[in-house]
């Protein structure tokens, strides 16, 4: 593979480019530090837009809808679809790609599911990579679908600029359950499937949750907005609630700080990850034995060998 | 301070130079290193007998009969009493010690209490480095005796060559709890106040359970040994089940076996204690946020920061 050609096709923003590109995200290529090195200067413009919610609330037709009211204004959009919970894509999320063809001729639309392989440290790891790929490919937004599964759901706010977090009426304890582990990461809430019973009572229990929370003097307060995302009703107000967000992280700063916070942290674990695999590597193979032979023989300090260990894994 | 006069002065077995080598595990000191690594060759001939058990069961006046009865043997003994559960030694255990007078002036016992300065990440690292010095100072013997809580029960089976749980009869549920928790870490069970009430039960249950355990082939079964520390009762049994789990140990390969994981687990401490250490440092240090900053602007891909940092560690 010629990585400086791959590099070029991604920037402008070929599709099969960046889905190779994603592909060598997903199997922790050998390839992927230096595709990553040459697209870095290529990065920093994109929108990044979390969805989360429980199963059944409505995810896929909402960020399909979202695509179409994006490309309405000659966004480019990609989707990236993320499932944590199995190192390999379940069939309910391609399923729910199926849906999207509607988009699969047009040209400004990218969209691909991602599975951690398990050898990368989970999705904490792949999707800030994929992300790079995205943005340097020049989609003006990306939307990541993740399925709402406990830890799932933080872990995607980390990745993005503003989160939506979806619910449903007659979703049993849906509504609670947003209350309860997700009021900080939403930036904006949607009640989806806003047509059924129940759903003005779920606005106004949002509503009043959010009344309640305490917020920082300047700080945002979430909008709770209602969808029926199938028929496309509820999400123009969406978009603008977006954008009002995105205008507020610009304004307050706070766009500049999450960016470096994620920067900061996609950097440290990078380092953990790689000191990680340097001594796990080590402390497999012989040498963590032979040195132990030789502490237990009082031939060497343990100090001695730490310091041989560490010098090895510097190196290495 | 001298570090090759205090090492000379350790081998010889000074009291006060192995005092003061203790103390310099207890502070973390920057000669620490130095000292250990002049150690080394004169390690790996002491016998280490860990005695745990619950407040109130006797440790401390079974570890000082046990002294006197080595001592009848000539074997220099050294006893080190650590108490993982309160960063600097409790009145408890220096209350404890008091009754160890009768030693005071026996320069074949050496008696000292530890404490964990809380800088050290324990003493899961402090225990080794304080037996590296009473191994290289000559004493044939080194009693370990720790307040029984939890895991600091099973931290002290991993640095001895036998341990010694202790029960007493009427302490409520104490053979309950040796049962359930310390199955595993006992060689040799004592059941110590055998003039009680209660002692004959304790002692049948606790025969009862060892043979319900399943064990290696050739393994060792823990003995059960009735002892009135107090009046020095039992205590020659004692030592005599000791001998015989140190014969079954060298005889079965298994006392170079576990010297050796012992080595191993010191060596590993020491290599994640300084990536710890040194990755700590660095990221509360400006070149992370320094490094996020050119990453966030697309000036930096986050590999290159990682390798930035990764050669900071190895040279820090």
Same mark, same amino acid.
């Given at each position: 593979?010629?990585v ?5 096709r991604v920037v402008r ?5 960046v ?19 040459a697209?870095a ?9 979390? #969805?989360?919610?429980a199963?059944g609330? @409505?995810k896929?037709?909402c960020t ?6 994006l ?9 990236l ?5 199995s190192p390999?894509?379940g ?26 392989r398990?050898h990368?440290g989970?999705?904490?790891w ?10 340097a490919a @020049?989609?003006?937004?990306?939307l ?6 406990g ?17 449903a009426?007659?979703?049993?304890d849906?509504?609670?359950a ?7 990461i939403a930036?904006?809430?949607?009640v ?9 009572v ?10 309640q929370t305490?917020r ?19 999400i123009?107000e ?9 205008r507020?992280?610009r304004g ?18 990078i380092?953990?990850?790689t ?6 590597? #080590?402390? @497999? ?6 040195l132990?032979t ?16 560490l010098?090895?894994?510097?190196g290495?």
């Amino acid at each position: 593979m010629d990585v400086s050609d791959l590099v070029a096709r991604v920037v402008r923003g070929e599709p099969r480019a960046v889905a190779r590109a994603i592909s060598l995200v997903e199997d922790a290529a050998p390839q992927l530090r230096a595709v990553m090195a040459a697209l870095a200067p290529h990065t920093g413009r994109a929108r990044v837009v979390g #969805l989360t919610g429980a199963p059944g609330v @409505g995810k896929s037709t909402c960020t399909d809808a979202l695509v179409a009211a994006l490309r309405e204004r000659d966004a480019r959009v990609a989707v990236l679809a993320v499932d944590p919970s199995s190192p390999f894509t379940g069939g309910a999320l391609l399923g729910d790609r199926v849906r999207m063809q509607r988009h699969a001729s047009d040209t400004g639309v990218f969209i691909r599911s991602m599975a951690s392989r398990g050898h990368l440290g989970g999705l904490s790891w792949a999707t800030p990579h994929a992300l790079r790929v995205l943005d340097a490919a @020049g989609f003006d937004a990306i939307l990541v679908e993740t399925v709402g599964v406990g830890q799932a759901e933080v872990d995607i706010a980390a990745h993005a600029d503003s989160t939506l977090v979806l619910v449903a009426p007659g979703m049993g304890d849906s509504v609670q359950a947003a209350k309860a582990g997700v009021l900080e990461i939403a930036d904006v809430f949607v009640v989806n499937k806003a047509d059924r019973d129940g759903a003005r009572v779920a606005v106004r229990e949002l509503r009043q949750t959010v009344a309640q929370t305490p917020r920082e003097p300047q700080g945002w307060r979430p909008p709770v907005v209602s969808t029926v995302a199938v028929s496309g009703e509820g999400i123009g107000e969406l978009v603008e609630r977006l954008d009002a967000h995105e205008r507020h992280l610009r304004g307050s700063g706070e766009w500049r700080r999450r960016r470096h916070a994620r920067a900061r942290e996609e950097v440290e674990a990078i380092v953990l990850h790689t000191l990680r695999e340097r001594f796990g590597g #080590l402390s @497999g193979r012989a040498d963590l034995d032979r040195l132990a032979t030789e502490v237990a023989a009082g031939r060497l300090d343990p100090y001695g060998a730490a310091d041989t260990l560490l010098a090895e894994l510097a190196g290495a």
